[in-house]
Nanobody, 118 residues
């Protein structure tokens, strides 16, 4: 059974920083794309950033220049460094990954709340 566990959410003032981490465990042969999504109240879940197995990254326009995604293949972890946070970044953040295990499918973390106060 594959599981993704997130950590690092919390409450921060506007302009501050937070670092989210996601760790994958279980029977995993490889992890392709790793990503972070977020969902604010009343809004659809949206892609924040993702990183491929080769290290290529992609970011939502709203976070470019402020957020950085990174991964550690050996540890099966990936992080989202969030700087210069804004109130509009407030959301539940979910990690996601395409994992090759006994089956190949997308997995989601349980979500972690990020709240940015003005």
């Amino acid at each position: 059974q594959v599981q993704l566990v997130e950590s690092g959410g919390g409450l921060v003032q506007a302009g501050g920083s937070l670092r989210l981490s996601c760790a994958a465990s279980g029977i995993i042969f490889s992890i392709d794309a790793m990503g972070w999504y977020r969902q604010a109240p009343g809004k659809q879940r949206e892609l924040v950033a993702f990183i491929t197995s080769g290290g290529n990254t992609n970011y939502a326009d709203s976070v470019k220049g402020r957020f950085t995604i990174s991964r550690d293949n050996a540890k099966k972890t990936w992080d989202l460094q969030m700087n210069t946070l804004k109130p509009e970044d407030t959301a539940v953040y979910y990690c996601n990954a395409l994992i090759v295990g006994l089956t190949t499918r997308n997995y989601w973390g349980q979500g972690t709340q990020v709240t940015v106060s003005s």
